[in-house]
């Protein structure tokens, strides 16, 4: 199931797109020569920005499995990115078969894919949407044909909210993606940040993301925490993606991962 509002031809390869970036950062084919440029100037400004991606990534698989093993089988992923496999729709089904998804992105090159690697699959759908304009994403016909309200929903944010300015009001945003939900519902964000390296290096990646379709505004550990507001974090609470129940003993390197995430819940 597949709500497009653009098509292929509005595709904006003249400037580049954080979501085809980190398609890049990942290894992915699915980026134009203006993201690659791009990416590259970022990657030499902070070189960690690849192993942050893929940390990132490794916490969306965990936190998905997390979500789904404690009872919650409907997730609602806004700001989905290029497909990636595993994408969310496989970590949660790969759990409970029943599992379903309703995938959201701004990006027309995401909704391109989505028929083929997104939404093939029972129960999952596609929302050409931004979270900048909540009601898009909440009244949307696909997400009222798949996600039940009257029962938990996980709300997954990973990636996107460093993206969003602060005059863009990011908690006011949350609040109107999250009202709905009911008692025992999750909130996941990840979010990058310049905690773990000197503000300079933040402040290059930050002036090659001016030039792109959105802004980066980092966020440092206390700012992300405040915009679980109005839910309850589970442990570990906002840590390093990286730290975040990993499957294996983090190593030094893993000390340099610029992104924290966390899970909470509505109580």
Known sequence: MTEQGLTAGSIDTSRPHPARMYDYYLGGQDNYEVDRVAAEQVMAATPDVRRSARANRDFLQRVVADVVRSGTRQILD???GIPTSPNTHEAAQAVDPAARVVYVDNDPIVSVYAGAKLTSTP????????????????????LGGLIDFDEP?????????????DAEDPKGLLRAVTE?????????ISHATADFHPREVGERGAEVYARATAGLRLRTREEVVD???GFELEEPGVVQVSHWRPERE???DDGRVA?????????
């Not at 949407?129 to 696909?142: C, E, K, Q, Y």
């Not at 929903?153 to 300015?165: E, G, K, Q, R, Y």
């Not at 709905?180 to 996941?188: A, D, F, I, Q």
């Open 180 to 188: 709905r939900l009911v008692p025992g519902s999750r909130l996941v």
């Open 250 to 252: 983090p190593d030094e």
């Open 153 to 165: 929903v996980a709300v997954l944010l990973v990636s996107v909210l460093h993206f969003v300015a």
């Open 227 to 229: 915009l679980f507001e």
């Open 78 to 80: 806004i700001g989905t």
């Open 259 to 267: 992104v924290y995430g966390g899970i909470a819940v509505k109580r």
């Open 123 to 142: 129960g999952t759908g596609f929302v050409l949407a931004d979270l900048r304009d909540p009601a898009a994403v909440t009244g949307s016909d696909t």
